[in-house]
């Protein structure tokens, strides 16, 4: 027995013996083809005639009510055994082969849609075109070729129809609408209002999802107008349509209203709104919603609902409405569902409850990628680097979503040689590498910070011709910068200005010169893109000018950017208000930190983070721990970096809180479960010899439980530092130097230590070490903004244009100071020293020179702001307190240490810094 595609198409060529048409040659006959004449007894109305009949009209408007709709269909060929055997191909031969049963027609078209037959469509497609043309016959022909994928083929049956009606052209512009060619389905949609058809319901609903594919929101407003015009737009597919549409295109007033004014709703119109105001950031407006809707006694939560309402909870952090979600879809029996599962183990990790997200993983009886994926990403979040990997492994199935969800959690954790390995194995295994690996394993070399490893990661990318993407060349000039090849990372920007995606390489290259100490390059860069409009502002570009901002103390700037923030809505993102809370508390403008913090929809823990950072910058220790105990109360959980900013918090405290400091040390690891590092150690020595207990901070190190990195020798010897004590000042340089005999810094720590107590010649030893060694001081500067403009000035520098006047006004205003009582320290200039050169190194440092060009700018009576790079000297400060009384001018000095504010010859670091 032949198969049964070769058997229907042999019956239907024997039945209807007419050339297949191709698919762009179809046609009509301009007459039906002659009959014959029956039997009297033979009931002509159950006939194709010459001449259709009413009942023949009605007989095919019923069919197409139904049709093709009342089975499921199968998409692959059935066997032999498979086909119905009680249909009879001979019953639609009569003694003639023009008169035809419309049932027989109908019915075999659904029957070529019921077993995928290609062949038997178009068998029966060439047959009909024998027939005088039936608009509802033509219309099953279009529905069955949609059903069977051939598309272009309905689309070619239509444009054959003489007399197309709505239902005709309504299937191909909802076909062309879901297989994303929207500019053919809104070229049908003219093509039909032009030859006089008006569209109905499923017409609206066709064209207003190629308008929500193709973003086509001015198109979508004029297709609303016609809906109202005609009576529609309050109809629950067309009203639900729309909302989708201002939903997407981000017109949530327009979407409540579309909500507000429908007379019914289902299911999907909750479903559309719900996920409109998520997109739109209204969250609390997404579970208001569902209240509202858990109340409606009409309607039921599906899948959909769940989902969309704890993505909202994640991103707000609304840990009590989340649990309660999670209860509603247990008591509905929806937490088994594929999607609200992963959507609950999301919520989960994003609002710091592993546990919770273990715990349902272990008992889903379904898993698919997705959820494995999201495993992996929450233990890479909660830095749980080697279960994550084991999850991995363990993984039946992986695709490149789940390798790059590694490969993001090992960057994160700062596990940089670990994501190159998997670079590795990735490439050997011949997994895909797509555009977000690749910027990945770059931002791997950034940590890993190895100038070699960086040029071999750059000629794999140029090599196999990835380089071309924005994305990716953005990437690479951070990495570039990252690993000191800031000449490359330029030649990388030049040859790209003049290419398209400028925006995220620009902001690429602003973070590269701020992160090489050129923050003024940053500001020219981003002044330039803003007049030439080369560069949009999005998430990422207003977090990095704001840090920028911030690094600079430009504060007038940082309220421009915050105020074009706040116009655009992009306040509303985590990542730019916590850069706003930063910029603020870097510019010495903590009140306003404060406020923005308040103002944030939501928080993570780098917001808290942030703020206690910008407290502490200030010295205000006291309110640190306040916001600390707030988060305690709030239930937020902390990380590693708000164990290290909490314990600094205890230098600045107003009275001695070491032994609670000792004790928030030791809740790390017995109630928050966290490890310490040699970071929290650091802190903790900073604490102790911030309050004089050099030795015991000493003991503390040689007793830790593993080597010592340099941070916390080095917070040591700081301490000896601001107490004179070289002694134990000796030691503690002995371990920094043999661990990084390269870093100038310590040499001239250890240097200027040695003078502080007289001991010149072991002062100059070091120094000479250092020349020997070929190693620089890194050059300290201090800088003031007047009208926009950075003024950079460095020790003895003439350089600035008004570098006369400057110069002038500062000997006026040593010569007051001396007056007032201020004597200059000599105690870190070397003996051999004529005493006039002495003066001449101590007068003229770069924070003198910047203050002084500050007081010539700023009008009486208003602060002037200066930053530093490294630390303020002694003499520095001393001066800078006089000058505050000779001038009657508040100075507020950000140095590496935080601020100072010197005001009425008083400082408010209180001489420890």
Not at 58 to 64: A, D, G
Not at 214 to 226: D, F, K, T, Y
């Amino acid at each position: 027995m032949a198969s049964i595609s070769q058997t229907s198409v042999t019956t239907a060529i024997t039945l209807f013996p007419l050339p297949l048409p191709s698919q762009n040659s179809i046609y009509f006959p301009s007459k039906p083809p002659p009959t014959t004449s029956q039997p009297p007894s033979q009931p002509r109305t159950s006939h194709i005639l010459s001449k259709p009949n009413h009942h023949h009209h009605r007989h095919f408007s019923s069919c197409t009510s139904q049709f093709l709709l009342s089975s499921p269909l199968s998409l692959t060929k059935p066997q032999e055994s498979s086909f119905p055997t009680d249909f009879n191909y001979h019953s639609l031969h009569t003694k003639t082969d023009s008169l035809i049963e419309v049932d027989d027609l109908f019915n075999c078209l659904r029957l070529s849609v019921k077993y995928t037959d290609i062949d038997l469509a178009r068998a029966l497609h060439a047959s009909i075109l024998k027939l005088e043309e039936d608009t509802h016959l033509g219309n099953a022909v279009i529905a069955a070729y949609i059903k069977l994928g051939l598309v272009d083929d309905a689309y070619g049956f239509l444009m054959g129809m003489s007399t197309p009606d709505v239902v005709s052209y309504s299937a191909i512009i909802s076909s062309f609408s879901k297989l994303n060619r929207e500019a053919e389905a809104i070229q049908l949609f003219f093509r039909m209002r032009i030859s006089g058809i008006e569209p109905n319901e499923y017409s609206f609903v066709a064209i207003l999802t190629a308008c929500i594919r193709s973003s086509e929101l001015e198109l979508g407003l004029q297709v609303h107008a016609l809906a109202i015009k005609m009576g529609y737009s309050q109809l629950v597919f067309v009203a639900n349509a729309l909302m989708g549409l201002y939903g997407k295109c981000g017109c949530l007033d327009n979407a409540i209203h579309v909500f507000d004014e429908m007379p019914q709703r289902d299911i999907a119109s909750w479903n559309t709104m719900i996920s409109s105001v998520v997109k739109g950031l209204s969250y609390e407006k997404a579970i208001e919603l569902f209240r509202v809707l858990s109340h409606n006694k009409g309607f039921k939560a599906d899948q959909f609902t769940l989902s969309t309402l704890l993505t909202a909870c994640t991103r707000c952090h609304a840990r009590i409405e989340g649990r309660q979600i999670h209860a509603h879809a247990i008591r509905i029996g929806l937490e088994n569902n594929l999607s609200v599962s992963n959507a609950i183990i999301r919520f989960y990790n994003g609002c710091g409850s592993l546990n919770h997200a273990v715990a349902l993983f272990e008992r889903m009886p379904f898993r698919d990628i997705i959820t494995w994926t999201e495993m992996i990403t929450a233990y890479m979040e909660f830095g749980l680097v080697d279960l994550a990997v084991d999850m991995f492994n363990k993984m039946p199935e992986k695709n490149s979503v789940s390798y790059n969800a590694l490969l993001t959690g090992l960057c994160k954790n700062n596990e940089g040689l670990k994501a190159l390995n998997l670079f590795v194995r990735m490439v050997q295994e011949g997994a895909e590498l797509t555009d977000f690996t690749l910027t990945s394993v770059i931002n791997a070399c950034g940590l890993f910070l190895k100038l070699e490893i960086s040029r071999q990661i750059h000629g794999f990318i140029v090599k196999f011709g990835f380089r071309s993407n924005a994305c990716i060349e953005a990437a690479l000039i951070d990495m570039c910068s990252k690993c000191g090849r800031m000449d490359d990372a330029d030649r990388m920007f030049q040859s790209r200005l003049t290419d398209g995606g400028n925006t995220i390489i620009q902001t690429s290259m602003i973070c590269g010169y701020a992160r090489n100490g050129l923050p003024e390059e940053a500001i020219c860069l981003f002044y330039r893109s803003q007049l030439e409009g080369t560069m949009v502002l999005d998430e990422v570009a207003f977090t990095s000018i704001l840090g920028v901002c911030g690094t600079l103390g430009f504060h007038e700037m940082g309220k421009q950017i915050h105020c074009h923030a706040l116009k655009t809505g992009f306040h509303a993102e985590l990542g730019v208000g916590n850069s706003i809370i930063s910029m603020y508390s870097k510019c010495y403008n903590i009140d306003d930190a404060i406020k923005a913090f308040n103002t944030m929809p939501a928080h993570n823990i780098v917001s808290w983070n942030g703020l206690i950072s910008g407290l502490l910058l200030h010295r205000q220790g006291d309110e640190a721990l306040a916001i600390w105990s707030s988060m305690e109360k709030a239930g937020i959980k902390p990380d590693t970096i708000t164990f290290v900013l909490i314990v600094s918090a205890y230098k600045y405290t107003n009275s001695n809180l070491l032994d609670e400091c000792r004790s928030l040390f030791l809740s790390m690891k017995m109630i928050h479960d966290l490890e310490p590092t040699s970071e929290h150690y650091a802190s903790l020595v900073g604490v102790l010899g911030y309050w004089g207990l050099l030795e015991e901070a000493e003991e503390l190190i040689n007793n830790m439980p593993f080597e010592p990195e340099v941070s916390v020798w080095r917070a040591l010897l700081d301490s000896c530092r601001l107490h004179a004590n070289t002694s134990i000042g000796k030691r503690v340089a002995k371990h920094i130097i043999g661990m990084e005999p390269r870093d100038p810094s310590t040499y001239v720590l250890v240097s200027n230590l040695y003078a502080a107590s007289g001991r010149w010649h072991c002062s100059e030893i070091v120094r000479e070490k250092m020349r020997d060694r070929g190693l620089r001081k890194h050059p300290c500067r201090s800088w003031v903004i007047n009208k926009k403009q950075l003024h950079t000035f460095y020790a003895r520098d003439k350089s600035h244009p008004q570098a006369k006047d400057i110069y002038s006004g500062l000997d006026i205003l040593i010569l007051k100071c001396l007056k007032a009582g201020y004597e200059p320290d000599m105690s870190f200039v070397l003996q051999e020293v004529e005493e006039q050169q002495k003066k001449n190194f101590l007068f003229y440092h770069s924070a003198k020179l910047a203050a002084t060009y500050g007081l010539l700018k700023t009008r009486p009576g208003e602060p002037i702001r200066v930053v530093k790079n490294i630390l303020l000297c002694r003499d520095c400060h001393s001066f800078l307190q006089y000058a505050s009384v000779v001038t009657q001018t508040e100075i507020l000095f950000r140095d590496a240490s935080g601020f100072h504010c010197f005001s009425n010859g008083q400082c408010s670091c209180k001489g420890y810094w």
